[in-house]
């Protein structure tokens, strides 16, 4: 039988058991923090607050917004990954007077999209292209690159940016 990296030959992973974050735990880390301050970088947001359970909430024009941001090393999105992180959010602000926003490193696309829409629809969702987008007319590509191998052909600006998702999300009551 092939061992596997980084587990040992009883089935456990060193890096869990002794409490030491894997690579992929520290990236996903990261991409929160970066994805945190793009967010008050772009918004113009001084106050940005980590809460659990979410990775951070603020308001923006009198409106509250619960943030969880998760980061898959895969480009397209897995469908279920995405629907349990979402279900997961809407539960948490159920009670409470947030505004969920789901921001992913994958692309989602139309129909994924439109699907998540109709089983969530207070939620917003950020995807890929959406930060691609927003970052490209704000200059920060550079910050999100690292997370998501961007190049100049990933940039579509006919996609939806930050700013027009919030907008719609506040028109549509």
């Known amino acids: 039988m092939p061992k596997t990296q980084g587990i040992s030959p009883d089935g456990i992973n060193p890096s869990i058991a002794f409490g030491v ?4 735990t520290h990236l996903a880390k990261q991409f929160e923090l970066q ?3 793009f967010f008050a970088q772009v918004l113009h947001i001084d106050t940005i607050s980590p809460a659990e359970p979410f990775d ?7 409106k509250k917004y619960a943030v969880e941001v998760k980061y ?8 279920h990954l995405i629907m349990r992180a979402a279900e997961m959010l809407q539960e948490r602000v159920h009670d409470l007077n947030y505004q969920p926003i789901l921001v992913v ?4 696309h139309q129909q994924q999209r439109d699907f998540i829409k109709e089983k969530f629809p207070t939620l917003i969702l950020i995807d890929r292209e959406n ?5 490209y007319h704000h200059h920060l590509v550079d910050n999100l690159t690292p ?3 961007v190049t100049e052909w990933d940039i579509h600006v006919n996609t939806k940016d930050l700013l027009t998702l ?6 549509v009551k």
Request: net charge negative; hydrophobic share 45%.
């Open 21 to 24: 974050p894997s690579i992929e």
């Open 35 to 37: 994805v945190e301050n």
């Open 56 to 62: 951070f909430l603020f308001t923006y024009q009198e």
């Open 72 to 79: 898959y090393r895969t480009k397209l999105a897995q469908m």
């Open 105 to 108: 490193a994958s692309l989602i």
């Open 131 to 135: 930060l691609l987008n927003t970052a």
């Open 147 to 149: 997370f998501l191998g």
């Open 166 to 171: 919030l907008r719609e999300a506040n028109d």
